[in-house]
């Protein structure tokens, strides 16, 4: 839970111009509907409605794994990779980013 904090934070700063790519990837038909009312928002604002929809769609399953696929998706391996940097920084997250396999463990 914390790391999704963290990374969502993460993403939220970093995905610029991408934010509605990012939604469509992760929320699919329903990314205007989780958007209503954010339409005069930030990027952050709005990547942060995005986030915590999807988290609350799929509760548990909302993995960082599918996060990390769908930056991957969009071609985003900048923020991917600001990530593996973030969460090297934060041991207490307890968990570590294998880059190579594109997953978190």
Same mark, same amino acid.
């Given at each position: +839970?914390? *790391? ?7 993403? +939220? #700063? ?9 939604? =469509? !990837?992760?929320?699919?038909? %329903?990314?205007?509907?989780? &958007?209503?009312?954010? %339409?005069?928002?930030?990027? +952050?604002?709005? @990547?942060?409605?995005? &986030?915590?929809?999807? $988290?609350?769609? &799929?509760? !548990? =399953?909302? @993995?960082?794994?599918? #996060? #990390? ?6 071609? %985003?391996?900048? *923020?991917?990779? !600001?990530?593996? /940097? *973030?969460? $090297? %920084? $934060?041991?207490? &997250?307890?968990?570590?980013?294998? /880059?190579? +396999?594109?997953?978190? *463990?």
């Amino acid at each position: +839970e914390k *790391v999704m904090t963290v990374c969502g934070r993460e993403i +939220e #700063l970093k995905i610029g111009r991408d934010w509605k790519k990012l939604g =469509r !990837h992760l929320l699919g038909d %329903r990314l205007d509907y989780a &958007l209503e009312s954010t %339409r005069d928002s930030s990027i +952050e604002e709005k @990547t942060s409605e995005i &986030l915590k929809t999807w $988290h609350q769609q &799929l509760g !548990h =399953r909302a @993995t960082m794994k599918i #996060l #990390l696929d769908a930056l991957k998706a969009i071609r %985003r391996q900048d *923020v991917i990779d !600001h990530l593996c /940097q *973030v969460i $090297h %920084r $934060h041991p207490e &997250l307890g968990t570590h980013f294998r /880059q190579d +396999e594109n997953d978190m *463990v």
